[in-house]
């Protein structure tokens, strides 16, 4: 089982990033995905989830209207396109997979977002 997440790195503010988790090892299309952030001292907060067949998606209200969650079943991918990126939103990025009883996370990509 595994979930790598990639696409993080360094970015001014109102910039753009795209960030990709890659599951391999499970059934990716059965359950829903989600990213969560943590910010040093903080803790983790779940930022945006899609469900199973990709149709249902939910976001924290601090992202609304400027992140985009989306999934490809077929390349076993889940995606966040982050517009109009913010000082505050700079945090390590985690993917998390939900099915049932199970729970995986990836590993986690930085996002610094300063000038």
């Known amino acids: 089982v595994q979930l790598v997440e990639s696409g993080g790195g360094l970015v001014q503010p109102g910039g753009s990033l795209r960030l990709s988790c890659a599951a391999s090892?499970?059934?990716?299309?059965?359950?829903?995905l989600s990213w969560y952030r943590q910010a040093p001292g903080k803790e983790r907060e779940l930022v945006a989830s899609?469900?199973?067949?990709?149709?249902?998606?939910e976001y924290a209200d601090s992202v609304e209207g400027r992140f985009t969650i989306s999934r490809d079943n077929a390349k076993n991918t889940v995606y966040l396109q982050m517009n109009s990126l913010k000082p505050e939103d700079t945090a390590v990025y985690y993917c998390?997979?939900?099915?049932?009883?199970?729970?995986?996370w990836g590993q986690g990509t930085q996002v610094t977002v300063s000038s």
């Open positions: 998390n997979y939900h099915y049932l009883w199970s729970v995986y």
């Open positions: 090892g499970f059934t990716f299309s059965s359950g829903g």
């Open positions: 899609i469900s199973s067949a990709g149709v249902g998606t």
